[in-house]
């Protein structure tokens, strides 16, 4: 119940942040109704704290090699990459994890079982994560929970748990990707714990993130295992597949929480086969369900278009709010969705979102985001510059969405 304290001290101290000067709260005040909702969402979500390692109190923010390097992946250019996130400044912006992603390690271990790295693509292992630091970056690997990576491209960690996890402490690894290729047959409930217990005994906080694809009703025992879990099965860089990951990942929110967050997939913004306005429905529905920002572009090629999308710190603190709430969609009408987010400072953030092929006007009802109708609240266009809108009651409506577009609006009641 310590869980429970915590948290009704925080939402007092919420409420007295939010709601003051206003003298004692009228029971029909907004602040009232605000402090009633987010209570309730608090006391549901209190149990879905992950993994207990210090890690992913938010979403983990950075790069992972897959989405466009997938097996091409070499030391060089994750050198490239590190040289171009801090030229271009995405460290400032929270990016701080480089990940490697399956084809890394050579095709078969060392003659004692020591995993090792391919000596042609990754000929520095070491050297290459002492590079990472010195940036003041993280380092991630990726392994699997069976015998062999996902197409058999490396050997998995089933069986070597212990040795691998110790492999990563030594090489002061950051962050571990564990896919489910190549099993027993098991149930990954079974298998992921133990790896989790390997990282831990190395007493090197290890961000740990499982990737089962959703299997099993991952949400419900992945935050006692994992900083993360996949939800989906991959993401790609289509309109169809990305926002099909949104949907399945969506329904989930009550699991997420700080220390353990839902993962929908990585990023493919910028990866060309989606629109700017769709890449920015992408990030803002990804920064919206607390879902782990692992850019998986080129960002040593990347446009200015992809780097407004991704360095927009009003959406990504979105992403970041300690809160750590997933929000959720609360109104579907035809191709027309509202999906809404609480926010720490007792402001609430609002999606509209048109599904359609063409333009849409979508209004946003208070009610449709956990504020009553007579509230009156200052609107803040998160996607222009924050800019203040104006002061509304009721609703707002945002004019001419385009198609596969959204616009992302901070709600914040005033006293009146
Ligand atoms: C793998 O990555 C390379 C380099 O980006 C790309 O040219 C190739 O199409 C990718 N292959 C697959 C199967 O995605
Ligand atoms: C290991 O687990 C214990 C108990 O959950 C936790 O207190 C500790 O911080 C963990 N250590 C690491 C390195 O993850
Ligand atoms: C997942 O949960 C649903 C609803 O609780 C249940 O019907 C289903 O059997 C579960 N699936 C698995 C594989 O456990
Ligand atoms: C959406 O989440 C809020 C908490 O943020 C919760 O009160 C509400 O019931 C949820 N709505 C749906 C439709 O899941």
Not at 340 to 361: C, E, H, I, Y
Request: glycine share 10%; aromatic share 10%.
């Amino acid at each position: 119940m310590e869980n429970d304290n915590g948290v009704c001290n925080m939402m007092i101290m919420l409420e007295l942040n939010h709601c003051m000067p206003s003298p004692a709260l009228s029971p029909a005040s907004p602040c009232r109704e605000m402090f009633v909702t987010l209570s309730i969402s608090f006391l549901v979500l209190g149990g879905a704290i992950g993994l207990d390692n210090g890690l992913g109190k938010t979403p983990p923010m950075g790069w992972n090699s897959w989405n466009h390097f997938n097996c091409t992946i070499t030391e060089k250019i994750v050198r490239a990459t590190v040289t171009a996130i801090i030229e271009k400044g995405l460290d400032k912006h929270g990016y701080k994890y480089v990940n490697l992603d399956n084809c890394w390690a050579a095709s078969s271990r060392a003659s004692d079982g020591t995993i090792q790295p391919n000596p042609t693509t990754f000929p520095d292992m070491k050297g290459l994560i002492d590079f990472v630091h010195s940036k003041g970056l993280k380092f991630g690997l990726y392994s699997d929970a069976g015998y062999y990576t996902c197409g058999k491209r490396q050997p998995g960690s089933l069986g070597y748990e212990t040795k691998d996890a110790n492999t990563y402490a030594e090489w002061e690894v950051d962050y571990l990707k564990y896919d489910n290729c190549e099993t027993d047959g098991s149930k990954p409930e079974v298998r992921y714990p133990v790896m989790r217990d390997a990282l831990n005994k190395t007493g090197r906080p290890i961000f740990y993130s499982l990737c089962e694809t959703g299997k099993d009703n991952v949400s419900l025992w992945g935050p006692k295992v994992g900083n993360s879990w996949r939800t989906t099965r991959d993401i790609g860089d289509y309109w169809d597949k990305m926002i099909s990951r949104a949907d399945v990942n969506a329904d989930l929110w009550p699991y997420a929480g700080p220390g353990g967050w839902n993962d929908p997939d990585m990023l493919e913004v910028g990866n060309g086969n989606m629109t700017f306005e769709e890449y920015k429905t992408h990030f803002s529905l990804w920064c919206l369900m607390k879902a782990p920002l692992l850019i998986g572009c080129d960002i040593t090629k990347m446009s200015d278009d992809t780097f407004k999308i991704l360095t927009n710190d009003h959406v990504i603190a979105v992403n970041q709010d300690p809160l750590g709430i997933q929000g959720n969609r609360t109104k579907q009408d035809g191709t027309n969705e509202i999906w809404q987010v609480p926010m720490k400072d007792g402001t609430r953030v609002a999606l509209a979102f048109n599904r359609g092929d063409s333009a849409s006007d979508i209004t946003i009802q208070w009610t449709d985001i956990g504020f009553p109708n007579s509230a009156s609240v200052n609107v803040y266009d998160l996607w222009d510059d924050k800019k203040m809108i104006g002061k509304f009651t009721g609703s707002v409506t945002a004019k001419a969405i385009p198609s596969h577009g959204v616009a992302m609006y901070q709600v914040e009641p005033v006293s009146t």
